[in-house]
C-alpha cells in the first residue's frame, strides 16, 4: 500500500528564512507525489508535482521539492519565506492503478514577522 | 483558467435530513473524485467516478452515500441521512482521463446540527 508521513505537523520560520516542510513516502511503484496548499478557508491548490521526470521539481510562488528515492523523501522547500506562505501544507501520492490521492496528516506552516 | 465550482460553499443541516453537495468538473475532464476533511484531521478519500460508474470508494462511503452524474455537467454527492459525524468540509475533484494531477474545487463545509 502506498502513503506520505509528514515529519512535522507545526513549523515556524521567520519571514526571509528557508522553508523546510518534509515528507517520506512509502510505495512499491515509482510514485507519483504532489505538494498541495491550503489557505485558510480556502480550497485545495497544486504547489508542484514529481512524476519521475526530474528529481528536482519547481513549483509555484518559489518552491520546489526534491525526489530522494534512496531516501524515499520528497522535502518542500523554500530559500525565502514571506507572511503570505503561511497556510496548512499536504503532501500526497497517487494510487498508481486507481489515481486516487493518499494525503499526509499536513503541515501547518506558520510565518514570523 | 477552467475550474472546479462547488456549491454550496456552506451547508447547515439537521441530523437525519438529506443532503445533496454538487460540483462541477473541469469540462473535459472525466474523472470525478469526492474527498472529505474533518475539521483538524486530513484529507480523506471517499469514492471515484468514471465513466457513469463508481470506480472505488472507501470504507467511509457506506450505504447512506451515493454519488451521480445527472446531467454533462454536474457531479454530485448525496448523503441520505445525515450524523453528526458527516461534519466536514467535502471536495470535489476532477481529472483528465489517465492524468495522476487532480484539480480541486474550493469546498463545501458541511455542518450537521
Known amino acids: 500500500a502506498q502513503s506520505v508521513t509528514q515529519l512535522d505537523s507545526h513549523v515556524s520560520v521567520s519571514e526571509g528564512t528557508p522553508v523546510l516542510l518534509r515528507c517520506n513516502y512509502s510505495?512499491?511503484?515509482?510514485?507519483?507525489l504532489f505538494w498541495y496548499v491550503q489557505h485558510p478557508n480556502k480550497g485545495l491548490q497544486l504547489l508542484l508535482k514529481?512524476?519521475?521526470?526530474?528529481?528536482l521539481v519547481k513549483g509555484i510562488n518559489g518552491f520546489e521539492a526534491e525526489f530522494k528515492k534512496s531516501e524515499t523523501s520528497f522535502h518542500l522547500t523554500k530559500p525565502s519565506a514571506h507572511m503570505s506562505d503561511a497556510a496548512e501544507y499536504f503532501c500526497?501520492?497517487?494510487?498508481?492503478?486507481?489515481?486516487?490521492?493518499?494525503f499526509g496528516t499536513g503541515t501547518r506552516l506558520k510565518v514570523l514577522a | 483558467e477552467p475550474e472546479v465550482t462547488q456549491t454550496p460553499s456552506h451547508q447547515v443541516t439537521q441530523m437525519g435530513q438529506e443532503v445533496i453537495l454538487r460540483c462541477v468538473p473541469i469540462?473535459?475532464?472525466?474523472?470525478f473524485y469526492w474527498y472529505r476533511q474533518i475539521l483538524g484531521q486530513k484529507v480523506e478519500f471517499l469514492v471515484s467516478?468514471?465513466?457513469?460508474?463508481?470506480?472505488?470508494k472507501s470504507e467511509i462511503f457506506d450505504d447512506q452515500f451515493s454519488v451521480e452524474r445527472p446531467d454533462g455537467s454536474n457531479f454530485t454527492l448525496k448523503i441520505r441521512s445525515t450524523k453528526l459525524e458527516d461534519s466536514a468540509m467535502y471536495f470535489c475533484?476532477?481529472?483528465?482521463?489517465?492524468?495522476?494531477?487532480?484539480?480541486f474545487g474550493p469546498g463545501t463545509r458541511l455542518t450537521v446540527t
Open positions: 475533484a476532477s481529472s483528465e482521463p489517465f492524468r495522476d494531477e487532480q484539480y
Open positions: 510505495s512499491s511503484y515509482s510514485p507519483s
Open positions: 514529481y512524476t519521475s521526470a526530474a528529481t
Open positions: 500526497v501520492v497517487s494510487d498508481v492503478r486507481t489515481y486516487k490521492y493518499i
Open positions: 469540462s473535459n475532464h472525466l474523472y
Open positions: 467516478f468514471y465513466n457513469n460508474e463508481i470506480s472505488e
